[in-house]
């Protein structure tokens, strides 16, 4: 098997435990990449020898970014709504119609192409793992084919046909489908079951059905949930002991405690705010609880399309008070975790081979020069699948 050795790197981020701080850092590095996987983490100066030698010229380099929550099969295009909403328009459920409508109309082909489109995309700018939800077919039909779509491109597929009642169904009707035929078409296509749960998609007895139903037919349950009010979602994760609640936005001190007591992920998805100009989830207020925080993208059409995890992270840092080696931490590492991987998000001997070298001395640009692009190079599975990571 093939081994590359990549020396001179000014500042590595592990995140591995077993080194000191909460990035485990470890400067003047170097990292040997045997076949898809990591095989050896330590300085530069007592590298061993490999097939291929990489200098980073001092650069920094961190795990992949692990984008646990995203929708990436759809169509169309809803910056007109954008638009409206940044003129004094509301941002509510209900735009997901419009998509949804889109999403029928195109082929599998169409489908296939958009989502390849977006995840090279996410790609160039350090995201190696992500995690991709249905939710724009609403029948059973679109529902199967959209997961299908997205297991071309991930392991971490989500079947979010509880995303929105679409029209010409009824609430009680259409939890019925969901739990039943099209569960049964989707979960040979998926690894996770997922609701909104909020005011105008599903109540939290229709989302602990659902996610009942999931469970029996051997799907992993996430929610969103307290995105736009507050509710009783976060709590009904908890109780069901998911292993991630996303948005969290607007928390009682008693969801805080759930979640604390529970060991639930809080995925906080900043980009959401920023794009529909809401007020931030209380990151501080969560860490402080020793809540454990993931920070994802939730790129999807309506409510936030960006797919970048380091506009995430500025935004967290920014907005939110985590610091940045939290935000980093959160975008990795703890993505990882609410994905209920451990073979991602650290870099580390035995761990796959997902590394990003930035175009900067330390992390810290990451959030320090929002909107800049400093992704130089990206490994993916050992893979260079991007810059020219054979130079050195
Ligand atoms: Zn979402």
């Known amino acids: 098997m093939s081994t590359t050795v990549i020396t001179g790197i000014g500042e590595l981020v592990t995140n591995d435990p077993a080194r000191e701080g909460l990035l485990g850092l470890v400067a003047d590095a170097a990292v040997v990449v045997e076949g898809t996987r990591i095989a050896w983490v330590g300085p530069t100066a007592d590298a061993p020898a490999a097939d291929v030698r990489v200098d980073a010229g001092g650069r920094a380099i961190i795990p992949g970014f692990v984008d646990s929550h995203s929708h990436l099969v759809f169509a169309g295009d809803r910056s007109a709504e954008f638009e409206a909403r940044m003129t004094g328009e509301p941002y509510t459920a209900g735009g997901i119609r ?22 090279a995309e996410m790609r160039s700018q350090g995201t190696t793992t992500v995690e991709i939800k249905s939710g724009y077919g609403l029948s ?20 979010l046909g509880a995303h929105v009642v679409p029209a010409g169904t009824t609430p009680e009707d259409y ?35 659902i996610l009942t ?13 307290n995105q736009l009010t507050y509710g009783g979602g976060v709590r009904l994760a908890c109780e069901l002991g998911l292993v991630a609640v996303d948005h969290c936005t607007y928390l009682s001190d008693l969801d805080v405690e759930s979640l604390s007591d529970s060991g639930t ?87 796959a081979a997902d590394l990003v070298l930035l ?26 699948v991007l810059g020219t990571p054979t130079l050195g």
Not at 98 to 119: M, P
Not at 140 to 159: G, H, I, P, Y
Not at 281 to 300: E, F, K, T
Request: overall charge negative; hydrophobic content about 45%.
């Open 359 to 384: 175009d900067a001395p330390s992390y810290l640009h990451l959030a320090y020069r929002p909107g800049v692009p400093l992704v130089a190079g990206v490994w993916q599975g050992g893979r260079p």
């Open 98 to 119: 419009t998509t949804v409508a889109a999403t029928r109309a195109a082929s599998d082909e169409q489908l296939l192409s958009h989502v390849g489109r977006l995840v």
């Open 265 to 351: 992920i809080a995925t906080l998805l900043p980009g959401v705010e920023f794009s529909t100009r809401q007020p931030y989830p209380d990151a501080r207020r969560l860490l402080d609880a020793g809540v454990r925080i993931a920070l994802a993208s939730d790129c999807n059409p309506g409510s936030c399309f960006t797919s970048s995890m380091a506009l995430c992270l500025a935004l967290a840092v920014r907005e939110m008070r985590m610091t940045p080696a939290e935000a980093l931490h959160a975008a990795t590492a703890m993505g990882a975790a609410a994905l209920a991987r451990d073979d991602v998000g650290v870099v580390a001997p035995g761990k």
């Open 175 to 209: 939890v019925d489908l969901v739990t039943g035929p099209m569960l049964a078409a989707a979960a040979p296509h998926a690894r996770w079951i997922d609701v909104f749960c909020e005011d105008g998609a599903f109540d939290v007895d229709q989302a602990r059905a």
């Open 213 to 225: 139903a999931g469970s029996d037919s051997g799907l992993r349950g996430r929610l969103h949930a």
């Open 140 to 159: 059973v039909l679109d529902e199967a084919r959209s997961l299908a779509v997205a297991a071309q491109f991930t392991d971490e597929t989500t079947f």
